[in-house]
């Protein structure tokens, strides 16, 4: 099993898929919320080959071999995954090959260059199925030069790999953690892409809140050619003024509102901090979008584990 820098990942991701644990959906009377854990299950190894773009139309890789499934187009939209695999081989079995007909613009074609997956901030690949103790997620790494892949390399003293979405929260004591957000994807094709190829949401499942607890967001892909996570909402471009819509679903009857509060629209002076407003501790996921070039942010959070 090789490590590579998470830095060097853009070029990995154009060529690869993204996955996410399913969301937990859940009603409940506003802040009546216990910060306990839902039962936790047998984790599920997924393989996800990946996408491509050929003569306009969208191509997907294959994987062709025993102990493999390739899951229904409901399946991978409830895992927030395109083009998934579920893997039944038993742990230290060799991983598959896929098959890919994608060529470069030269019409040489591309190869596999292993599975890979994010363990502790650094791109790991598996040539066998590893221990699965709770769902993972491994992509096919696809290149024309199979040069690129390297042995993992020390990083300077001081080097330290930032997120390129996250949220700062700050507690009542005025202690701060960082959350890393997850992207995944929206139906609302009127979203931002952050910078991908398709309309992006942004999550956290398990989020725990105490009274007092506030945060702001950081994302990229907001402002043109930022490699740097940037606070959103950002201004627009001709006022100068964000707005936060703190979203509700009627068919859960689950308002966000009664939640978070936050300014629903003011100067870009002005920090977006959101405020967790219930009097009790709770266990949340939350969900985030942009729109009208990144001034907008819309926020959803539903509690967890409840029925």
Same mark, same amino acid.
């Given at each position: 099993?090789?490590?590579?820098?998470?830095?060097?990942?853009?070029?990995? *991701?154009?060529?690869?898929?993204?996955?996410?644990?399913?969301?937990?959906?859940?009603? @409940?009377?506003?802040?009546?919320? +216990?910060?306990?854990?839902?039962?936790?299950? +047998?984790?599920?190894?997924?393989?996800?080959?990946?996408?491509?773009?050929?003569?306009?139309?969208?191509?997907?890789?294959?994987?062709?071999?025993?102990?493999?499934?390739?899951?229904?187009?409901?399946?991978?939209?409830?895992?927030?995954?395109?083009?998934?695999?579920?893997?039944?081989? @038993?742990?230290?079995?060799?991983?598959?090959?896929?098959?890919?007909?994608?060529?470069?613009? &030269?019409?040489?074609?591309?190869?596999?260059?292993?599975?890979?997956?994010?363990?502790?901030?650094?791109?790991?690949?598996?040539?066998?199925?590893?221990?699965?103790?709770?769902?993972?997620?491994?992509?096919?790494?696809?290149?024309?030069?199979?040069? +690129?892949? $390297?042995?993992?390399?020390?990083?300077?003293?001081?080097?330290?790999?930032?997120?390129?979405?996250?949220?700062?929260?700050?507690?009542? &004591?005025?202690?701060?953690?960082?959350?890393?957000?997850?992207?995944?994807?929206?139906?609302?094709?009127?979203?931002?892409?952050?910078?991908?190829?398709?309309?992006?949401?942004?999550?956290?499942?398990?989020?725990?809140?105490?009274?007092? &607890?506030? *945060?702001?967001?950081?994302?990229?892909?907001?402002?043109?050619?930022?490699? $740097?996570?940037?606070?959103?909402?950002?201004?627009?471009?001709?006022? +100068?003024?964000?707005?936060?819509?703190?979203?509700?679903?009627?068919?859960?009857?689950?308002?966000? @509102?009664?939640?978070l509060s936050a300014e629903t629209r003011a100067y870009y002076t002005v920090d977006p901090v959101i405020t967790y407003v219930c009097e009790t501790e709770g266990v949340y996921n939350l969900y985030i979008k942009y729109f009208s070039k990144g001034s907008k942010m819309a926020i959803y959070m539903e509690p967890m584990g409840l029925n």
């Amino acid at each position: 099993m090789k490590k590579i820098l998470a830095l060097t990942l853009t070029s990995i *991701f154009l060529l690869g898929g993204s996955g996410a644990a399913v969301a937990t959906a859940a009603t @409940a009377e506003p802040c009546n919320v +216990q910060a306990e854990q839902p039962a936790s299950a +047998q984790g599920n190894l997924y393989l996800v080959p990946g996408t491509y773009i050929s003569g306009g139309k969208k191509k997907m890789n294959t994987i062709t071999a025993s102990g493999v499934r390739k899951l229904t187009d409901v399946e991978c939209n409830e895992l927030y995954t395109e083009n998934a695999y579920i893997c039944s081989r @038993a742990k230290g079995e060799k991983l598959p090959k896929p098959k890919s007909t994608r060529k470069d613009k &030269d019409g040489n074609d591309y190869s596999f260059n292993g599975w890979w997956a994010i363990v502790d901030a650094t791109v790991t690949y598996f040539d066998v199925v590893p221990d699965v103790t709770e769902s993972i997620y491994l992509y096919a790494d696809w290149r024309a030069d199979l040069s +690129q892949r $390297k042995d993992p390399v020390k990083p300077e003293e001081g080097d330290k790999v930032e997120p390129n979405h996250y949220m700062v929260l700050k507690h009542a &004591d005025n202690t701060e953690e960082r959350i890393t957000l997850l992207r995944g994807f929206t139906n609302l094709s009127t979203a931002e892409t952050l910078g991908y190829a398709f309309a992006a949401e942004l999550k956290v499942e398990g989020l725990e809140l105490k009274p007092g &607890d506030s *945060f702001m967001v950081y994302t990229t892909g907001l402002v043109k050619d930022s490699n $740097k996570a940037e606070l959103s909402p950002i201004g627009g471009a001709i006022d +100068q003024m964000w707005s936060i819509d703190l979203e509700k679903s009627g068919e859960k009857e689950n308002d966000t @509102a009664d939640y978070l509060s936050a300014e629903t629209r003011a100067y870009y002076t002005v920090d977006p901090v959101i405020t967790y407003v219930c009097e009790t501790e709770g266990v949340y996921n939350l969900y985030i979008k942009y729109f009208s070039k990144g001034s907008k942010m819309a926020i959803y959070m539903e509690p967890m584990g409840l029925n």
